[in-house]
């Protein structure tokens, strides 16, 4: 026990930014990685970490336990741990940790051609497979996938994720959380991902679901982007503070 709370409150090296600010040490002979829990939008800046229960990290455990079990490419979990305060508690996840792995946008800045449009099929195909498997994921984004240096491709943090019997409005969710995520990273930073990519992507999970989705999502392209315009303006705003 001593040895996780030394970890969790001074780990031997923290990942760069990033909710939770994640940190890896040793623990029992393996190296993991601790994500804490934080509240998401207007409600983070009046809790914070502090949460009334443990359901979150339970389920986050459970869902991700539940996908490896199945075979599907998921960062084994180790566990969470619960920090007790006088009335909530803090939250922290630990999987282990892959040395030698990159998340999806490291992975599409420096791909070829071919390489990215692979790897867009094999996210679809993994996404499809999730969903069959009975695990909704409405959060995703383009840092939850990590190729390793054999091509290796995992999938990571499933906070938020639950099981359910996923249907194809569920996908389509899905897939606009994902879009979301590339088009903001590119109006922060750089675009990871062109619309070759995006295409073949939808067609591969059209292939497989027989689910025509490509066109009933170009429809809505134009609203869905007009509606995520305010909330990326405000991201620039806060990053380039950041930076600043």
């Known amino acids: 026990m001593g040895e996780l709370v ?58 991700t336990a539940y996908l490896e079990e199945r075979g599907f490419p998921v960062i084994s979990p180790v566990g969470y741990a ?29 791909a070829g051609v071919r390489e990215r449009l692979r790897m867009a099929k094999r996210l679809a195909a993994a996404l499809f497979e999730m969903g069959r498997l009975g695990v909704y994921h409405p959060d995703l984004h383009l840092r ?14 499933f906070d938020r994720a639950y099981r359910k019997e996923v249907t194809s409005v569920d996908y389509e969710r899905m897939f606009w959380r994902l879009d979301r995520f590339v088009r903001k ?18 067609r591969t999970y059209e292939r497989l679901s027989g689910d025509r989705i490509t066109e009933r999502m170009a429809q809505k392209r134009d609203q869905m982007h007009r509606t995520s315009k305010l909330g990326w303006t405000i991201d620039r705003l806060i990053y380039k503070r950041k930076r600043t």
Request: proline share 4%.
């Open 82 to 110: 619960v920090e007790k305060q006088a009335s909530s508690r803090k939250l922290y996840f630990l999987s282990l940790f892959l040395p030698d792995a990159r998340d999806l946008v490291a992975y599409f800045s420096s």
């Open 185 to 202: 990273y590119a109006s922060l930073f750089s675009r990871p991902v062109d619309d070759r990519e995006r295409l073949i992507f939808l």
């Open 144 to 157: 939850n996938v990590l190729v390793t240096s054999k091509g290796d491709f995992f999938l990571l943090d």
């Open 6 to 63: 030394a970890g969790i409150r001074k780990p031997a090296r923290t990942f760069p930014g990033g909710r939770g600010a994640p940190g890896i040490f040793e623990l029992g002979g393996r190296t993991v990685v601790c994500r804490q829990y934080l509240h998401g939008g207007w409600l983070r800046g009046v809790t914070g970490g502090n949460f009334l229960g443990e359901e979150r990290a339970l389920r986050e455990f459970e869902v």
